[in-house]
């Protein structure tokens, strides 16, 4: 029997799983003919059945009645991990949640393979959680249990950004000094590694890896900073309220900018509270809305909006947000500058830890030759024309963005697993 093992690159907006049989490795396909699939769910009340990927995406843009969840990734090593939420009307905790969207990718390699895969390794970010090392090792810990109580028997792990170096390794002819930028949707992970196609039968990689750095800041921080800067202020985002003229409080605004947090603000009590500020609110219009999306449970919705901006001011210069579901006609119109201004904190926090990676490897940028671009905010244009100007003689490879990590674990089972 070929040996077999695979890769599962959980990630915070998409996910993927590769098989490898013996030199055989290759995506599975995991939604349709897709190998990525994004790592959303959907709880529609009404038929009481969960929805993953894209089907869920689209019962929830629907206005399916039901919840959605994504980011899930995001609350491993958290507090949040232990408090769990009622769907389809019992009580599920995270772990569980999560497993039923992973055993989903499980399923398909093993219908490709012919026998149940029980042997993986996971992808992980240099840092699940920033200068945390205690909830560090329990997000790795949770992941693994996860992995196990789907079937898998043996589990180990591997650095996103690693992987993806593995998967341009084949190829790379003669000897490259690489730098891995992997830019997903929770993570910023950097990784300085020596690459060839000779180095494909080495078991062991340590002495070719010269260092891995990381940050907690992604797409999704990405999708934040647009939401808190663009779309929450015509909500009533720092607006005052009363005869001291107060702030508004800020947590809602904050929370309904985070995908993870979203599902946690529909409830009586912050919507009371919502209430009872708007009838001392000095912008009724604006700060009503915020009731209305609470009331609607829309927050995704704007989510969402804010999501498909960033996507779409990769290519354009000004992007138009209909938000109808809460008034007619309305609508917020948002500039690729100011995008970029919002987001200019987070990409700063992004460069300073790729110059700690070659820091930390003990190059300098010019000795890099090669720049690998991977997960999908690396198409934002300011992260392009930042890792251009950083390394402005070295190669920049940027194919297969969101499914190397992937690849690359599959290729790192078939070395740990053999």
């Known amino acids: 029997m070929a040996s077999l093992s695979c890769g599962i690159d959980f990630g915070t907006s998409n996910s993927s799983i590769a098989l490898a049989a013996n030199n055989d490795i290759k995506l599975v396909p995991v939604e349709e003919d897709s190998v990525t699939i994004p790592s959303a769910l959907f709880f529609n009340r009404k038929v009481q059945k969960t929805f993953y990927g894209r089907t869920a995406v689209q019962q929830f843009l629907g206005r399916e009645e039901g919840r959605f969840m994504r980011s899930l990734k995001r609350i491993l090593g958290t507090p949040i991990m232990k408090q769990g939420t009622f769907v389809h009307g019992r009580f599920m905790n995270f772990s569980e949640i ?3 969207f992973i055993v989903q990718l499980k399923n398909k390699a093993d219908q490709q393979a012919g026998v149940p895969l029980t042997k993986v390794v996971m992808g992980r970010p240099v840092h699940f959680v920033d200068q945390d090392p205690a909830s560090d090792r329990q997000a790795q810990a949770e ?15 591997q650095y996103e950004p ?18 891995v930028v992997d830019l997903g949707g929770g993570t910023s992970d950097f990784t300085v590694i020596r690459l060839s196609s000779k180095y494909l039968s080495k078991t062991d990689r340590s ?16 999708d934040k900073a647009l939401s808190l800067s663009e779309i929450m202020p015509e909500i009533g985002y720092k607006t005052t309220f009363g005869p001291n003229r107060l702030d508004v409080p800020l947590k809602p605004f904050h929370d309904l900018s985070e995908w993870s947090k979203v599902n946690f603000l529909y409830t009586p009590r912050t919507i009371m509270q919502v209430r009872n500020t708007l009838g001392q609110s000095h912008d009724k219009t604006r700060y009503g809305r915020l009731l209305k999306v609470l009331e609607q449970e829309s927050g995704h919705t704007l989510l969402a909006a804010a999501e ?33 201004g919002a987001i200019s904190g987070d990409i700063q926090k992004i460069t300073v830890s790729a110059q700690e990676c070659l820091l930390q490897a003990g190059v300098t940028a010019s000795a890099i030759d090669l720049v690998i671009l991977t997960g999908g905010s690396t198409e934002v244009p300011a992260v392009q024309q930042t890792f251009r100007q950083l390394f402005p003689n070295a190669e920049i490879a940027d194919e297969n963005k969101l499914s190397s990590v992937g690849l690359g674990l599959a290729f790192d089972s078939k070395y740990k697993f053999g």
Do not use: C, W, Y
Request: aromatic share 10%; glycine share 8%; hydrophobic share 45%.
């Open 98 to 100: 999560i497993a039923s």
């Open 143 to 157: 992941l693994e249990a996860i992995a196990r109580s789907i079937g898998f028997e043996m589990v180990e792990f």
């Open 162 to 179: 690693i992987a993806a170096a593995f998967a341009h390794e084949v190829n790379i002819s003669g000897e490259k000094l690489a730098l």
């Open 207 to 222: 002495s070719d890896i010269l260092a891995n750095t990381g940050v907690r800041v992604g797409g999704n921080d990405f």
């Open 308 to 340: 498909e901006a960033k996507i779409e001011l990769t290519s354009q210069t000004e992007h138009i947000m209909p938000f109808d579901f809460l008034e007619t006609g309305f609508h917020v119109t948002t500039q690729r500058t100011s995008f970029e």
